[in-house]
């Protein structure tokens, strides 16, 4: 019988577990201080989104709907900032969806009120990620 700690049947190994911020650099990316908020579906979708989209082009103009930014600030060893991007973000019937902007859109455009903030680092590279939330 598989009691789920760490074997599978038949004494093979488990697969390595999917690094959910792996999209921001690589699998050594780690939550750094964790804190659980309520916009974690936004937060979730967005790493999700990135894994698979971090070459999205910029954008300049954003359609209607969408009602949030992602604001991803890159720090080297929790100093100097290697940059900041932004991207829209907005709720569809199957989950979110997002557009990579420029980085300062979201400020131009009224989205001040920052709700959350998430932080990840990776010790592989001396990186440091901040993700906020911000809403109009």
């Known amino acids: 019988m598989y009691s789920g700690h760490g074997q599978h049947?038949?004494?093979?190994p488990a697969p390595p577990a999917v690094n959910p911020a792996a999209g921001l650099c690589c699998g050594s990316v780690q939550p750094h201080v964790p804190v659980q908020t309520h916009w974690?579906?936004?937060f979730a979708s967005f790493l999700q989104w990135l894994a698979h989209n971090a070459a999205a082009p910029t954008i300049a103009t954003v359609p209607q709907g969408y009602d949030f930014v992602v604001r991803l600030?890159?720090?080297?060893?929790?100093?100097?900032s290697c940059g900041t991007m932004e991207y829209m973000?907005?709720?569809t019937p199957h989950g979110y969806t997002f557009l990579h902007v420029g980085p300062e859109y979201g400020r131009t455009h009224g989205y001040t009120d920052r709700c959350?903030?998430?932080n990840y680092k990776c010790m592989a590279h001396s990186l440091y990620f901040q993700l906020d939330l911000h809403k109009r």
Do not use: L
């Open 89 to 91: 973000g907005m709720q």
């Open 116 to 118: 959350a903030f998430k």
């Open 73 to 80: 600030t890159t720090t080297i060893n929790f100093g100097r």
């Open 9 to 12: 049947p038949f004494g093979a």
């Open 40 to 42: 974690e579906p936004q």
